[in-house]
C-alpha cells in the first residue's frame, strides 16, 4: 500500500494561486499512475489533474491552462501548481494512487487515498 499526505491548502482571493503537495511513502510500482481530485459539498469526487510513469499528463477541462500536476522524484512527491483560482475551485481536495483499471478519471479505479486538502476560494 501507499501511504499519502496531502499539504498546502488554504484560502486564496480569486485570482491568486496555491500549490498542493502530495507526499507519498510506502510500496512503489514501475509502472504507475496517480492524481488529484476534489469534491465540493453536495457533489461527487471529481477528478482534476493525473500524471503517470510515462510523463503523460491529464486535465478536466475545467482546470485545463489554469492547473499543472507534476512529480519530483526525489522527494517522492506529486505536486499541482493552482493559477487563477475561481470560487468554483473550492474543495477538498485528494491525492490518490495504485491506479488499477481504464479512465484515470474514475475514483473508484484508485486504491490509495491521503486525507484532503481544503482550498477555499472567495
Known amino acids: 500500500h501507499v501511504q499519502l499526505v496531502e499539504s498546502g491548502g488554504g484560502s486564496v482571493q480569486a485570482g491568486g494561486s496555491l500549490r498542493l503537495s502530495c507526499a507519498a511513502s510506502g510500496r512503489t510500482y514501475s509502472n504507475w499512475c496517480m492524481g488529484w481530485f476534489r469534491q465540493a459539498p453536495g457533489k461527487e469526487r471529481e477528478g482534476v489533474a493525473t500524471l503517470d510513469s510515462s510523463g503523460r499528463t491529464d486535465y478536466a477541462d475545467s482546470v485545463k491552462g489554469r492547473f499543472a500536476i507534476s512529480l519530483d522524484n526525489t522527494k517522492k512527491a506529486v505536486y499541482l501548481q493552482m493559477n487563477s483560482l475561481k470560487p468554483d475551485d473550492t474543495a477538498m481536495y485528494f491525492c490518490?494512487?495504485?491506479?488499477?483499471?481504464?479512465?484515470?478519471?474514475?475514483?473508484?479505479?484508485?486504491?490509495?487515498w491521503g486525507q484532503g486538502t481544503q482550498v477555499t476560494v472567495s
Open positions: 490518490a494512487a495504485d491506479f488499477r483499471g481504464d479512465s484515470r478519471s474514475r475514483p473508484s479505479n484508485y486504491r490509495c
